[in-house]
């Protein structure tokens, strides 16, 4: 049997509801993070730091943990990722820097990910600050969208000297890392201390601001040197299905907000929840509602298993949870009163290779059934953002199957004072954290490039030397 | 399954692993409990003058996460009376007449004193004796243990007195703080001894406590120097005793010798074997493990000798002896060069950067289409013609073969430096004689 169907050694019903919602992993004592520090190879020019897509040199912090030199280990981190606190927690490792490790073939992987929580929980029990606002160049750039992209790129230009404000619509900042990331893979709390260090550093974070409705997009515009677009994307988009509007159906990002920012034992869930869609969001909306206490979770998606987009570690998580998986399952109607009584769903078979070359799903005829369930979650992806698309417009910038056209060397749209990073840009690949962190360092060094001349610091290439050849010298 | 009885000149043990003077040897339980569990031998700790130990005794090094790579001690003799521990000691040969116990024994530098005590020890029935002329420390400044052993001359005159007195073997255990181990095995030797035993303890501080500046180990406040042991010691250990043992006035004297300072494991119990000792004592490593590790030493001892086909260790004891040579020796004309197996290799580079930054320069990282990735990882490959042989990245490469260390032949003549010394000693005067030299020899360094 294959390795994931393992027993669940997670027991809920011998757990709290708060228990339930703690770190999934828990934090490395000091000797375990020691001992898994000392098994690193400290490879040069190591594969791990090539496959970070923001390039933290990850021998290094890890030697800094082994020697003893934690608040170093961190500063390294932050430097090449001011978000490394979440990354560590939410990163993808295995597709990442621990699949690129050098002992992930014969051995196991060092534990990047978990190391690195290390070194950001010590600074940030700490409350040590690393980094302070540059010498003032007078330019101010203004960030619409205070989520990881946006903090990382206003981090990194606040370090240059520029003048930065953060718009962000909702309550608090740091985007889904604070609203949208299950607590038991980062509470909201780090999530927080994350905006705290961003703002610390001299940034003006402006919350409950939505621009498109208190603040124009041209006013920013206007009035700054440069701005950064980093709004990532909407909501869950509507089904078009009947029942769509009964009570008891959900758009699964407002349902893992709840309980990112409700009392838990305030949340109201169903005891048998439809989950429509297999992607991390309908993965996090399962788990989290076996772990509040629903009977029977079912993941509904009308492909098979081979093509579902979450990674497969999260697959395995959601198994082991007790989520039950209905592939190759199309809904076509919620069924119900005036509240939530069922799902009617149609079996599919796979046909030929659709553009995106899966195997595309046909109805088989006559194969309607109904689920018995008292919830619907919906998590089938996110809106674009058509609001501000639309306010682009003007400026000439065009969008990509809804997401804003960057070029993605610079982050810069056609428009030479309008930048854009995050989930907002990224019309192909993977969305992830890490890639918004990112996003934001490439489009704040293109700012400063474009404002204020060549960065000396060209670290980054010369750390990952990745590409070209090295030659011993010929000494004599 | 090969026999590993010893008989360690008159001293007979069912296999060579004995306990050393030291604290898993204190007391009857013990050394009873030890021997239960496969032990050959014991040889008690040391018994003689009154002392009082101290607290924190032990200070020790870890590394990389791995505890105690080395361990150091303030402790002194032992602090039971002698009379307890002679009535123990009797007790343990009664119960355990086929096994080897040895009774170590340090006094007061005083003929009647010593000859005393080896006498009473003698009624134990024990079969032999050890001097601890080897304690660095408390002892020493009280004019015992290695400041008798670091002074040849009463290294002898003590030794004499023993074997005035004493009726069974005598081992002379040496201290390796000295600059020249051999002269006081020498002064064994004219003293009478039957055997030698090293290495004690090595002068040592541990460390030093970087919020309290205190010293390790640490008591109450101040620390000194203390004895070293444990595995770091192994190497420095297995060097004196390949100088003693392949001296050539102890080996005329036929002395046995027991070899110990590091010994965790059968292999490195082998090892000091191969280099002449008889029997090899561990204190260390049963001070972490316990006294169960012996099961594997002895089963993997005779594991090992029955896959080499010896039957007894007298086969191979000592089998690495006719190899201990000096620099001025060795072979000038052998040559080596690095050579990576890129199947096993996982591109850690490690020994780019170390052949780049420390040794000669000739690792080169290279786009060498391996693999079919079309992204693929630079490899690293030797420029073998600048190779040096010094094997530095074959040492650093964390892979099991990887890199091995291929010997080659570029037809350097087969001499050695003191064959140079006689026959052109200019060359090893003047560096323009030597360069010419070189160019006859086909030697190029970089
Ligand atoms: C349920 C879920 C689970 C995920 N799990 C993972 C994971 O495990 N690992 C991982 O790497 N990634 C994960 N992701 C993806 C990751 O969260 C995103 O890629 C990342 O947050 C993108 O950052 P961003 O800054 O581009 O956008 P966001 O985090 O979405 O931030 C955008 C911010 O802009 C604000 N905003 C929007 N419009 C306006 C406006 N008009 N005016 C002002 N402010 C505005 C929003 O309120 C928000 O704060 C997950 C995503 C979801 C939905
Ligand atoms: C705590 C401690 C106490 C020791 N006490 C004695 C002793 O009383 N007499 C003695 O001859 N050697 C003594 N030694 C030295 C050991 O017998 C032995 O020579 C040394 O530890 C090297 O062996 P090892 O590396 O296996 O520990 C002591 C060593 C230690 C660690
Ligand atoms: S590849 Fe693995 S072993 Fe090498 S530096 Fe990175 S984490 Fe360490
Ligand atoms: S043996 Fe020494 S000189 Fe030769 S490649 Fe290795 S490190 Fe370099
Ligand atoms: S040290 Fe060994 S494994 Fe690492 S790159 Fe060199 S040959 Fe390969």
Excluded at chain 1, 219 to 245: C, K, T
Excluded at chain 2, 323 to 340: C, P, T, Y
Aim: charge should be negative; charged fraction near 25%.
């Amino acid at each position: 049997m294959a390795e994931h169907y393992k027993p669940n050694t997670y027991k809920a019903w011998e757990m709290t509801l708060e228990e339930r919602f703690q770190e999934v992993y828990p934090p490395l004592a000091e000797r375990e993070a020691v001992t898994e520090a000392n098994r690193c190879l400290y490879c040069y020019d190591a594969p791990c730091m090539v496959a970070c897509p923001t390039h933290i040199d990850i021998p290094t912090f890890i030697r800094k943990i082994s020697t003893g030199n934690v608040k170093g280990s961190a500063r390294t981190i932050l430097e090449s990722n001011l978000m490394g606190a979440t990354c560590s927690r939410v990163c993808p490792v295995q597709e990442l820097c621990e699949g690129a490790c050098v002992l992930e073939h014969d051995h196991k992987p060092i534990m990047i990910g978990r190391l690195q929580r290390y070194a950001m929980d010590y600074a940030t029990e700490r409350n040590i600050k690393f980094f302070e606002k540059g010498k003032s160049n007078g330019l101010k750039v203004a960030v619409i969208g205070g989520g990881p992209a946006g903090l990382s790129c206003a981090g990194e230009l606040c370090k240059m000297g520029f003048d930065v404000t953060v718009y962000e619509k909702k309550k608090w900042a740091n985007g889904l890392s604070t609203y949208g990331i299950v607590v038991f893979r980062e509470p909201v709390e780090v999530a927080l201390a994350e905006a705290k260090m961003i703002q610390e550093m001299g940034v003006q974070i402006k919350t409950n601001v939505t621009i498109g409705k208190d603040i124009t997009l041209d006013e920013l515009v206007e009035q700054n040197d440069a701005v950064f677009i980093s709004v990532g994307l909407g909501n869950v988009p509507d089904m078009s299905v009947p029942g769509e509007n009964l009570a008891g159906v959900m758009d699964g990002l407002d349902f893992i907000e709840e309980t990112k920012v409700e009392k838990l034992d305030s949340i109201k869930f169903g005891n048998r929840i439809c989950v429509i869609g297999a992607g991390n969001t309908a993965i996090d909306c399962a788990t989290i509602a076996r772990r509040l206490g629903s009977e029977r979770v079912n993941i509904i998606y009308r492909r098979s298993e081979a093509e579902m987009p979450a990674y497969h570690f999260e697959y395995e998580f959601a198994l082991r949870e007790g989520v039950s998986f209905m592939f190759l399952t199309l809904p076509v109607e919620i069924v119900g009163k005036d509240k939530v009584e069922g799902l009617k769903c149609v079996r599919m078979d796979l046909g030929e290779p659709d553009a995106s070359g899966r195997r595309s799903p046909i109805p088989i005829p006559g194969s309607e059934f109904t689920i018995p369930c008292d919830m619907v979650v919906k998590a089938i992806g996110q809106k674009k953002q058509s609001q501000m698309m639309t306010a682009l417009a003007k400026y000439d910038v065009k969008d990509i199957k809804g997401y804003i056209a960057v070029d993605f060397a610079t982050n810069r749209t056609v428009h030479p004072k309008i930048f854009a990073g995050g989930d907002c840009i990224r019309s192909h690949g993977e969305a992830s954290t890490v890639m918004a962190v990112q996003d934001g360092k490439i489009a704040a060094k293109a700012i400063y490039r474009q404002f204020i001349g060549e960065l000396e610091d060209q670290t980054e290439h010369a750390k990952t030397g990745c590409c070209k050849e090295v030659a011993g010298a010929h000494a004599h | 399954m090969a026999n590993l009885e010893i008989d360690f000149r008159g001293i007979k043990s069912p296999n060579p692993f004995w306990l050393a003077s030291a604290p898993p040897a204190n007391s009857a339980y013990q050394v009873q409990k030890a021997f239960e569990q496969g032990w050959g031998g014991a040889v008690w700790k040391t018994i003689g003058a009154p002392v009082l130990n101290v607290c924190n005794r032990y200070g020790t090094i870890d590394y990389k996460g791995q505890k105690i790579i080395g361990l150091n001690n303030v402790e002194l003799i032992s602090d039971r009376p002698i009379d307890l521990n002679l009535k123990e000691i009797a007790e343990v040969k009664r119960n355990f007449p086929n096994h080897a116990v040895v009774v170590s024994v340090m006094v007061e530098s005083k003929k009647e004193t010593w000859q005393e005590t080896i006498k009473r020890a003698e009624e134990t029935g024990c079969d032999g004796f050890e001097l601890n002329f080897g304690c660095p420390h408390g002892m020493s400044e009280r004019g015992m243990g290695s400041a008798m052993g670091q002074v040849p001359e009463y290294t002898c005159m003590v030794t004499e007195w023993v074997m005035e007195a004493a009726t069974k073997p005598v081992i002379v255990k040496l201290t390796p703080n000295i600059t020249d181990i051999v002269q006081p095995a020498r002064a064994a030797v004219r003293g009478g001894a039957t055997a030698i035993s090293l290495i004690n303890t090595i002068n040592s501080i541990m460390g030093v406590d970087l919020d309290t500046f205190e010293l390790r180990p640490n008591v109450g406040g101040k620390g000194g120097h203390g004895g070293y042991a444990g595995p770091a010691v192994k190497p420095i250990a297995l060097h004196l005793l390949s100088a003693v043992a392949s001296d050539p006035e102890v080996q005329k004297a036929g002395l046995a010798i027991s070899g110990m300072g590091g010994i965790e494991t059968w292999q490195d119990a082998v090892e000091f074997m191969l280099l002449g000792s008889t029997s090899v004592q561990v204190c260390t490593a049963v001070m972490h493990w316990g006294f169960r590790i012996v099961e594997d030493m002895i089963e993997g001892m005779s594991n090992w000798m029955d896959d080499k086909g010896f039957k007894s260790c007298n086969d191979f004891i000592g089998a690495s002896l006719p190899r201990i040579s000096n620099f001025g020796d060795f072979d000038l004309g052998f040559q080596s060069v690095a050579k990576i197996n890129h199947d096993k290799c996982i591109q850690c580079n490690l020994c780019f950067i170390a052949c780049n930054d420390a040794a000669h320069q000739c690792i080169d990282l290279k786009d060498a289409k391996l693999t079919k990735e079309a992204n693929e990882r630079l490899w690293p490959v030797v420029r073998e013609v600048d190779c040096v042989g010094c094997a530095l990245c074959s040492t650093v490469c964390p892979v099991d073969d990887c890199i091995t260390m291929v010997q080659i032949d570029t037809g350097r003549p087969h001499t050695t430096w003191n064959e140079i010394m006689k026959s052109k000693p200019e060359v090893t005067q003047d560096w323009h004689k030597m360069e010419e030299y070189r160019k006859t020899a086909n030697i190029h360094v970089h």
